[in-house]
């Protein structure tokens, strides 16, 4: 079965220093992946998705960027946190093609705190 | 483009009735799929239930059905017997269908309602 995990779960960080959030996906490939962010318990904002190794697709200009080195790996990272970067971010996996509905499968979160 | 309304904020029920969740989208697509999604407490996200929307019949899982009206673009969430394990946020999500054999699958949320069960 597949399992999506995320770390750290809570971070706090102190603005202007960097970021880094990583995602890895157990039992499938070639998964299609996406970053989400979450701000005070409201909707989902996508962030960014992948369709594979080092293909990138942001969808908000923003402080952040996210990377794929590997097909079952995917980061979010920042070189300098603003405070407007809190949140809780979500990974998420769904199948590229194929099956009807490509629902998406989300990881636990990182609940990130900007002071 | 795209989007995604959900007019409650916040909804409550008493434990064992039924409740139901609004949601309305915009599109121009004719092929396209709508969830719901549940987060409870734990903000682990959960697939619901989910709706294709070329088929006419209305999904069911359990205890948790939809009102899928395409001409008034509008799928509402019921929840029958509701129980304490049911109070959470919910979110109701558009994806458009594949384009061309390939889609990244992007889903539009709204804004979620929050479902209270009282006992």
């Known amino acids: 079965s597949q399992t999506i995990h995320q770390w750290p779960a809570t971070l706090v960080q102190p603005v202007g220093s960097p970021l880094s959030l990583e995602c890895t996906v157990e039992?499938?490939?070639?998964?299609?992946l996406y970053w989400y962010r979450q701000a005070a318990g409201r909707g989902l904002q996508l962030l960014f998705y992948?369709?594979?190794?080092?293909?990138i697709s942001s969808e908000v200009p923003q402080n952040l960027s996210a990377s794929r080195p590997q097909d079952r790996q995917f980061i979010l990272s920042s070189k300098k946190l603003l405070l407007s970067d809190s949140g809780f971010y979500l990974c998420a996996w769904s199948v590229p093609l194929g099956g009807a509905y490509n629902e998406q499968f989300f990881g636990p979160g990182t609940r990130l705190t900007v002071l | 483009a795209q989007t995604v309304t959900q007019s409650q904020p916040e909804m409550s029920v008493q434990e064992a009735e039924t409740v139901t969740l609004s949601c309305t989208y915009d599109t121009s697509e004719s092929d396209y799929y709508l969830f719901w999604y549940k987060q409870p407490p734990s903000r682990q996200m959960i697939l619901v239930i989910r709706?294709?929307?070329?088929?006419?019949q209305n999904a069911t899982e359990n205890r948790f059905s939809v009102n899928f009206q395409k001409a008034a673009k509008s799928f509402s969430l019921k929840i029958s017997d509701s129980q304490l394990g049911d109070a959470a946020m919910y979110f109701c999500?558009?994806?458009?269908?594949?384009?061309?054999?390939?889609?990244?699958?992007?889903?539009?949320f709204g804004q979620g309602t929050i479902l209270t069960v009282h006992p």
């Open positions: 999500a558009y994806r458009i269908a594949n384009a061309g054999g390939t889609s990244y699958g992007k889903l539009t």
């Open positions: 039992g499938t490939s070639n998964p299609n």
């Open positions: 992948s369709v594979g190794i080092g293909q």
């Open positions: 709706q294709e929307a070329y088929k006419q």
